[in-house]
């Protein structure tokens, strides 16, 4: 898997704070910071899956009836 | 019937019905036991004895007038904070919403059980927000375990779990947006059902990840669940998620075995190496099954990891205002993940909404080569309150995130699974097992659940609760 996501929490924290609007106290920010390298982790694995790189499918929500329907079709 | 605490739904229906005890002992009953035992265990945060006592007359009086009842007649049961009940804020666990308006209507799935026949009896504390597997709370104190207060319930429906693995009400209603149904199911000894995605409607509850939020029962034994399930299902147009899908009678079916079912073990992702109590635990499971072969679901790491994003995101877009306004009040564990959250990348969401379709058509493709998927609920039993951190395979890993690691991709999968418990020997702790099946098919998880009951593996009673309060 290659990591295609550079993210440097802290630097991203303090540019994103202010932007967002969300007052982040100094004694969370270790906390935060945890959690977003822990979400970047989690998107370089997402990130890697191997989809059609042309598909044109993009981010539809989840649709219980036709996602879940499709496997009576299929079956 | 001098165990009443440890009695099931469906046996309690039939003493009510037969006129051996009346719906209001039965609610007298458990309004005592949850009076006792509740102070040491944390699992009810409102118990509504004024309204459960009338709802009881009213049930004693129906039949006494010859009037037939439903198929939960006299059946207490609780629901998870989140749950919206008449006359109360709907607290999500939360400090926040303690202030907010008191609802005005009961949700959907209370009303559903209270036609049937049950009878509500109070609210159950959860993580702050369902964002937990641990069953802690800042605001309202921990849930504890009934097998060992000193020990985690699981989350996010910890009351949910406690209440019923404590015997102190026989049927619960929690969520499960990644496990929290499953987790706590797991960790208290108990059956637990999340049903496929889209099955019920969450009409009347707080959310909390709308692309992955799940409803659906805990109980002491798969015929607990599957009436309760039966109960419940029915299509709304009151949460857009809810498919208009044909009602199953998995009451009726529960009995039907699993000779000519095709049952395989979870292996890949769901692989045991490094997980020795949840290794025993599936290893006797599928010696029970004669479950002797194995199947991989592909791209489960990218499910799961997709499902992880969806929710840090959608959850933190819901609190956005609050974490402007006021982030001191969240929970420190909750709040945290939330300020993340709502920074992460928006082409970073949209890739994890068309992975989570990617992973979700690849895990029900599975179900063409098998019926039955056998896998880990939780990777250990419940660990000791205030635990950070999880030994897998000899390495510290964070606990939180990992609790769920084998529930998070069914639940990106949208797949139904019931929690089966059983007993780790050497910790004295049950862990659950997941039983997991194609969507829409309740009816075959609650049939091997019910097959496995049949062969031993069934909702124990901790030793320390189960003494004492003996009705007469």
Known sequence: MTNKIHLAPKAYLDLMETMIGIPVHEEWKVGVCLHLANAARMADIVECAELDPNSLELAGTFEPDRDNGLMEDTL | MTRLHFSSAADITKAVK??????????D?????????????????????????????????????????????????????????CNLPTLAGSAINASNTPSCRDALLIQRLEEKGAILVGALGMGEYAYDFTGENTHYGNCANPWDTTHMSGGSSSGSGTAVGAGLVPLTLGSDTNGSIRVPASFCGIFGLKPTYGRLPRSGTY???????????????????????????????????????????????????????????????FSLEGYPQAARAVDKVCRALNCASEIDIPATLEGRSAAYLITNVEGSRLHLPRLRTRPQDFDP????????????????????????????????????????????????????????????????????????????????????????PTMDQESGLPIGVQVIAAPWREDLVLRVAYALEELGFKALEPDTLCEELVFD
């Open chain 2, 18 to 27: 037969g006129g051996r005890l009346t719906a209001s002992e039965v609610v």
């Open chain 2, 207 to 269: 959310p909390f990840s709308d692309s992955l939020d799940h409803l659906g029962p805990m109980a002491r034994n798969s015929r607990d669940l599957a009436l309760a399930f039966d109960a419940i299902q029915g299509y709304s147009n009151s949460d857009h998620a809810c498919a208009d899908r044909p009602i199953l009678d998995t009451t009726d079916t529960l009995e039907e075995g699993v000779t000519g079912l095709r049952i395989a073990r979870a292996s890949g992702y």
């Open chain 2, 333 to 420: 564990d909750t709040r945290d993940r939330f300020i993340a959250g709502a920074m992460l990348p928006a082409a970073w969401y949209a890739r994890a909404q068309q992975v989570r379709h990617w992973y979700a058509k690849k895990a029900r493709e599975v179900f063409r080569n098998v019926d039955v998927i056998i896998a880990a609920a939780t990777p250990c039993v419940a660990p000791c309150m205030g635990e950070k951190t999880l030994i897998i395979g000899g390495e510290p890993q964070p606990l939180r995130p990992n609790l769920g690691y084998f529930t998070q991709p069914i639940s990106a999968a949208g797949l139904p699974s019931c929690v089966v």
């Open chain 2, 29 to 85: 009953f458990f309004l005592a036991r949850i009076s006792r035992y509740n102070p040491a265990l944390n699992a009810f945060t409102a118990v509504l004895a004024e309204r459960a006592t009338a709802r009881a007359s009213h049930i004693d009086a129906q039949l006494a007038r010859g009037e037939s009842l439903g198929p939960l007649a006299g059946v207490p049961f609780a629901v998870k904070n989140l749950f919206d009940i």
